[in-house]
């Protein structure tokens, strides 16, 4: 029913469109022709549009958001007492049941009379709830497009307001991933600081051994719990320190030849086919790590006498620096070209060979941009975990040998979450300080790479 309604709000917007439009030439006609107008006939119609529509789609959204939690408070207020008075926990498994019951799911028994009661109070509330949506959403859309004819005169600003609108509307959409931005930190660092009032911020940070395994109960035998975070983060920055090795200089270099040396013809085959790497899903490139790669290179390294682990840091960021290829690659070739080309000419009029040329006048030119992919692989490598799961393994040892076992930031998280865990013990809690110190060095990262940038943009521009 709402998705039907919201099509018909968009019908209905198109129609005030039109109709804005031709009430403005209507009026035209009137005055002496469509140059008579402050604004062209469009920005009538989509005044009108947006007046008719984004009142009407804003009540929507909110009735939508609000709707589910105020028909389960009148249901839950028809209960029998004795299951409004319930634990919020069993009151939810009740009211789980009504919802399956509504929405034809399957529930956890058979259900009682009174359940079966309330699974019809439901329905009936929202079959009321959509109804009156649809007056109230249909109602405002056909007052702000009444409102708006009325309004359309020689001396309406119609542009004006247009503009107005789509600049608030371009806020709001800017405020969107401010804001999301600033909620999913403080939901990290607000369950953070739970970690870090049961453990010290030193033994975090600078602890040697990490190991969450900790007793659930107090009559339970376990684990005090060991929550040194080195460990994990040199395993996280050791394998993609492997990664940007492996993908750095061949990404650059492919872009290189792409944009410098390759002819127009083998640049549209080679370009595409290199960046369907990017589309391999990353659980292809796990498998690909575990069953062809990490073999290779234990076989290889027992003909150097060398003790290769089956699962090594060295396998995944090997993988990993070949997943990494194409974003470094497509990014580097697009911006280097973007350097004008009447840099490349000054050079050649100087004497420069080609090479030359690329190194001391297109590559410089072209460094922010360079940079900047650089850094989207340096976060794609740090918060990979499907490769590192399948190919690195999951024991936290503080080494800096890469042929040894190691585990990263992001499977420790994945690990700390499985299953159905309460966000009240030290080792589900700790999944968000990883998060947090993840972040904050991916920040770190952010900084350092904003200054490299506004170095050399400023040096040529």
């Known amino acids: 029913m709402s998705s039907i309604l919201l099509v018909v709000l968009l019908l209905f917007t198109a129609f005030a469109f039109w109709c804005g439009r031709k009430r403005s030439y209507k009026v035209a006609a009137t005055i002496g022709g469509i140059s008579k107008l402050h604004s062209r006939p469009a920005y009538y119609g989509a005044l009108t549009a947006l007046w008719c529509g984004l009142p009407a789609a804003l009540i929507y959204a909110i009735w939508l958001f609000f709707e589910s939690s105020i028909i389960t408070h009148f249901v839950v207020a028809g209960l029998p007492e ?155 920055l050791m394998i993609a320190a492997i990664a940007m090795l492996v993908s750095v200089p061949l990404g650059l270099m492919s872009a290189i030849y792409l944009a410098e040396y390759a002819h127009r013809k083998v640049r549209t085959v080679v370009k595409p086919l290199l960046e369907i790497l990017a589309g391999i899903p990353t659980v292809v490139y796990g498998f690909f790590a575990a069953l062809t790669v990490a073999p290779m290179v234990r076989g290889f390294g027992a003909t150097l006498g060398l003790d290769i682990s089956s699962e090594s840091a060295l396998v995944a960021g090997l993988v990993m620096g070949i997943m990494i290829i194409p974003f470094i690659s497509s990014l580097s070739d697009d911006v280097i070209n973007a350097v004008p080309q009447a840099m490349r000419d000054g050079s050649y009029g100087l004497g420069a060979t080609k090479s030359e040329t690329i190194r001391k006048v297109v590559i410089p030119a072209a460094l922010p941009g360079i940079v900047g992919g650089v850094l989207l692989a340096v976060s794609r490598a740090i918060g990979e975990t499907m490769i590192v799961v399948m190919a690195a393994g999951l024991s936290a040892n503080l080494t800096a040998n890469p042929l040894e076992a190691v585990t990263t930031v992001t499977v420790q998280i994945v690990t700390l979450l499985v299953g159905d865990q309460e966000f009240d013990s030290a080792k589900t809690l700790a999944a968000f300080a990883l998060g947090l110190m993840l972040f904050v060095v991916t920040l770190g990262l952010n900084i350092i790479a904003l200054q490299v940038v506004k170095k050399y943009r400023e040096q040529y521009e």
Do not use: C
């Open 82 to 236: 004795n299951l409004r008075n319930l634990p919020l926990s069993e009151l939810g498994l009740v009211i789980n049941d009504i919802k399956n019951l509504v929405f034809g799911n399957i529930v956890s028994k058979v259900p009682d009379q009174y359940i079966l009661a309330a699974a019809e109070h439901y329905r009936s509330l929202t079959n009321i709830s959509q109804a009156s949506l649809a007056v109230v959403v249909l109602v405002l859309a056909i007052i702000g497009m009444v409102i708006v004819l009325g309004r359309i005169k020689p001396t309406l600003r119609a542009r004006n307001q247009v503009e107005k609108l789509i600049n608030v509307l371009l806020i709001a959409a800017s405020s969107v991933a401010v804001f999301t931005t600033i909620g999913i930190v403080l939901s990290v660092l607000f369950e953070a600081l739970r970690f870090f009032q049961e453990i010290p911020f030193s033994d975090f940070v600078f602890g040697l051994k990490w190991s969450p395994q900790t007793a659930i109960r107090a009559d339970q035998v376990g684990s005090s719990g060991a929550f040194g975070a080195i460990p994990v983060f040199t395993g996280t």
